[in-house]
């Protein structure tokens, strides 16, 4: 809703941020937060009282839009007179229904840098209603963020892409992200730096399709010369990647982890299926093979190097026995977790068009079977650390069931361990216990 009086002035409004999503989102949620509020506003918790909601939205599942609309509905009924601003790839995809759902202001993923200015142009009255249908979007500035440790995170997230020039079949995020653009370099590393100024001494680079960094722009080893340059900055122990593409798994990207101190033994490596037909269908560009030895290279290069892979069950045409293909090459493979996503279809894709659609028992069955699978190959990951002494980063936050602090090492190991008054610090800690999904330790003197 606009403001009854019109105010160009908008100081010190009381926002509320929603993020839904992947990493990438709450990246940009958070970046969005500290430019509001280095803007002199107030950012206010979801349920209470507020000027402004901001929501920022997912479309890569239809579970997505329908938690984007709830989000959307929720921040209209608590606060009927805020103005309610919908960015993300859901508003990309479908301004109409996030309209529809209570939006007042729909802003592109393209504009999300320019949110804040975007508001105050609607608040003073100078923009019309959202229209049905935004532009294609392509990403010509980033969202910055180097302020403090928010909300008791120790782990910042820093953008170093968006987009993706991939054409995965069932994927609808280049239509919604645009084309892959490389942040540039040198504005990547001034805000890593202002990060550990501010504190951070681990940083994840996330964007869409961080493998292609440099692509764009015809430098295909920019990735790791932007690590080389990270690798500089005082205080800055780790990098972690966020998923990479099999494609850029390079030989010298592989050499390079295995000489690093600084990059995180952990490795996110999408699979999606072992199916060569399935491969293909989903227009993911390798076989089962070139994966299989890409993973085997790294496992190999980089040890106790946690590696993680997403898989997707139920894609059309995955038969019972094409899945069981699936699951034989994991059998073979180093891997020590694994996400797994049910196919959703995404108006728009051609996977949506595709004849034989699994039945949703099956999709079923088939998550089920593969959770259980990562769930005893993460097991079987941590219990190999027993004994072993980890170098820890340790949070702001105690874990809900034991009291104790949580904290993560570089090989992605979820540690619970007694260290009062030492957050934010990497300490040593001996690994003494392995439950589940995390880890019990002792603190080494
Ligand atoms: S690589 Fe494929 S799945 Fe990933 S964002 Fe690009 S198109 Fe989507």
Redesign the pocket.
Same mark, same amino acid.
């Given at each position: 809703m606009r403001p009854a009086t019109e105010d160009t002035e908008d100081h010190a409004l009381r926002i509320t941020l929603t993020s839904i999503g992947c990493k990438l989102n709450a990246y940009e949620t958070e970046a969005l937060a500290w430019t509001l509020q280095q803007q002199g506003h107030r950012l206010v918790e979801p349920h209470a009282e507020a000027d402004v909601c901001v929501v920022n939205t997912c479309t890569v599942t239809s579970a997505g839009d329908a938690d984007s609309r709830k989000a959307i509905r929720r921040a209209r009924r608590r606060n009927p007179g805020a103005t309610v601003v919908v960015t993300g790839c859901y508003a990309q995809h479908d301004a109409a229904a996030v309209t529809a759902a209570g939006a007042d202001l729909v802003v592109g993923n393209a504009d999300k840098a320019r949110l804040p200015e975007i508001l105050q142009a609607y608040r003073a009255g100078r923009l019309g209603p959202p229209p049905p249908t935004l532009p294609p979007p392509r990403t010509s500035r980033f969202l910055e963020l180097s302020g403090a440790l928010i909300g008791g995170r120790t782990r910042g997230s820093l953008q170093i892409q968006d987009g %993706?020039?991939?054409? %995965?079949t069932? %994927?609808?995020?280049?239509a919604v992200?645009g084309p892959g653009v490389s942040r540039n370099a040198a504005e990547i590393v001034d805000q890593a730096r202002r990060m550990v100024d501010a504190g951070y001494h681990e940083l994840a680079l996330t964007g869409?399709?961080i493998g292609s960094y440099g692509h764009d722009r015809q430098q295909p080893q920019a990735l790791i010369e932007l690590l080389c340059r990270l690798e500089t900055i005082e205080g800055l122990e780790r990098i972690r990647l966020s998923?990479l593409?099999p494609a850029f798994l390079s030989d010298l990207l592989i050499d390079y982890a295995a000489r690093s101190s600084r990059l995180c033994r952990h490795f996110h490596v999408?699979l999606?299926s072992g199916d060569e037909m399935i491969l293909k269908r989903m227009?993911?560009h390798y076989t089962r093979t070139f994966y299989a030895e890409r993973i085997q290279q790294l496992a190999a290069a980089v040890p106790d190097c946690a590696i993680g892979a997403d898989v997707m069950v139920g894609f059309p045409g995955e038969t019972e026995a094409r899945f069981q293909r699936t699951f034989d090459l994991l059998a073979e493979l180093p891997l020590t977790y694994l996400h797994v996503f049910a196919y959703s279809r995404r108006p728009g894709t051609p996977a949506a068009r595709m004849p034989d659609h699994p039945s949703q028992a099956a999709k079923k069955a088939r998550s089920r079977a593969l959770i259980e699978w990562g769930q005893a190959r993460r097991h079987a990951f941590h219990q190999h650390h027993l004994g072993a002494t980890l170098d820890v980063l340790l949070e702001d936050r105690a874990d809900a069931g034991t009291g104790l602090q949580t904290g993560l090492s570089d090989n992605y190991i979820k540690v619970l361990v007694s260290a009062p008054g030492m957050a934010n610090r990497i300490v040593p800690v001996r690994i003494t216990a392995a439950n589940g999904a995390s880890t019990r330790g002792i603190l080494v003197e």
């Open positions: %993706c020039d991939a054409r %995965c069932y %994927c609808a995020v280049p992200r869409v399709n998923s593409e999408p999606q227009g993911r």
